[in-house]
């Protein structure tokens, strides 16, 4: 579908302000509509949202607008019907994602792809109500950041930690058992393999950190070990044999969970 061209690239952070200006819109709506450009705005939030929006490929199940009682197509919710007759109008409809306060992802244009449908979701206040769903399919899909959607897993994680037994169960029974699916960029170090295999063999069979043995052997019968950059790649660190230490499956995850200062000081000790 033609429609307004903004000056924001495919996969571009800007702030709400940004969005405003280009496409002339409402303001701090969900469903934000442009009567100069012809054009919907829409904004799928991850950090501070109740609705359960969820990625299946390049297909958002995006929930419409209505934060509290069952959503309509109706007057009250105008924007949802505009939404759902967007394609039949010739309205363009573009795709943000919000990750963290005033940080918005361009995604680019959607269309509604299957009849949008109704399901049951919690509102603002914990109360079962009908929301309506729209299926939109990206028309480019550039896929996400993976800091983005890490984050993005971060948060819900963080989220789902506050609520209580009564609110998890609710939300879960109200969730698709089909997990959602998205595309994701991701960009790798290219580790050297030699600096790796002789940092296992370095620790002769024992953890770096706890000083236990290996959790158990390989199929070759060597001990099972994983190798652990210090200073963190992402971080600046280096790939040398003074920034990699060989440890057990626990130890390695307790690194990247905690990463305490006085067990990585250690670390850089023992090999320097």
């Known amino acids: 579908m033609a429609g307004f061209v903004p000056g924001i690239s495919l996969g571009e952070t ?67 019907g505009k939404l759902r007759d967007s394609k039949k109008d010739g309205t363009a409809v573009y795709l943000f994602e919000k990750f963290a306060v005033n940080r918005y992802v361009y995604r680019g244009i959607v269309e509604i792809c299957q009849e949008p449908y109704m399901e049951n979701q919690l509102d603002k206040n914990g109360a079962i109500r009908k929301v309506c769903i729209f299926p939109l399919k990206l028309m ?44 994701v960029k991701r960009s790798v170090f290219q580790r050297n393999q030699d600096i790796a295999e002789y940092a296992v063999r370095r620790a002769k069979g024992t953890c770096d950190l706890c000083l236990q043995p290996a959790p158990f052997l390989r199929k070759d019968g060597n001990p099972y070990l994983e190798v652990h950059h210090i200073v963190w790649l992402s971080e600046g660190g280096e790939d040398d044999l003074a920034n990699v230490a060989a440890l057990c499956p626990n130890c390695h995850k307790r690194m990247h969970v905690l990463d305490d200062e006085d067990e990585r000081a250690a670390l850089l000790d023992k090999y320097k």
């Open 14 to 80: 800007v702030p709400a302000a940004r969005i405003y200006d280009e496409f002339k819109c409402q303001r701090y709506k969900g469903i934000m509509a442009s009567v100069a450009n012809k054009a919907l705005v829409v904004v799928a939030d991850r950090e501070a949202s109740v609705y359960l929006d969820r990625w299946d490929g390049d297909v958002l199940h995006y929930t419409g607008a209505g934060a509290e009682g069952d959503q309509s197509f109706e007057a009250k919710h105008m924007n949802n």
């Open 140 to 183: 480019q899909d550039v896929g996400i950041d993976e800091e983005d959607f890490l984050g993005e897993q971060a948060l819900a994680e963080k989220q789902a930690r506050r609520r209580s037994d009564e609110e998890l169960l609710a939300r879960i029974q109200k969730t698709k058992k089909i997990p959602g699916s998205r595309m």
